[in-house]
């Protein structure tokens, strides 16, 4: 089993900046690749980024330039800076662990992005 714990969001004015931490506990041996995913009411949860426990990434094209995804393996927590950002990166964001047998989310944490 994998616990995962987000942290770091809340309001903000378009144009700022905020860090989301996601620290995973538990058989965090057997995760591959975490990642972010948001998600707005009545619409499909959807990547943000991903990081692969080789350091590989990946960024969804609304966020590539912007957003920067970085893991600490010792910490065992995954980041997600988020700058420049837009009314439109209103969500509630949500972390994945993902292992060789199942994937693993976080409980979810609003980001607000002011006009």
């Known amino acids: 089993q994998v616990q995962l714990v987000e942290s770091g969001g809340g309001l903000v004015q378009a144009g700022g900046s905020l860090r989301l931490s996601c620290a995973a506990s538990g058989s965090i041996f057997s995760i591959n690749t975490m990642g972010w995913y948001r998600q707005a009411p009545g619409k499909q949860r959807e990547l943000v980024s991903s990081?692969?426990?080789?350091?590989?990434?990946d960024y969804a094209d609304s966020v590539k330039g912007r957003f920067t995804i970085s893991r600490d393996n010792v910490k065992n927590t995954v980041y997600l800076q988020m700058n420049s950002l837009k009314p439109g990166d209103t969500d509630v964001y949500y972390c994945k662990a993902t292992t060789n047998y199942r994937s693993y989310w976080g409980q979810g944490t609003r980001v607000i992005v002011s006009s």
């Open positions: 990081i692969t426990s080789g350091g590989s990434t």
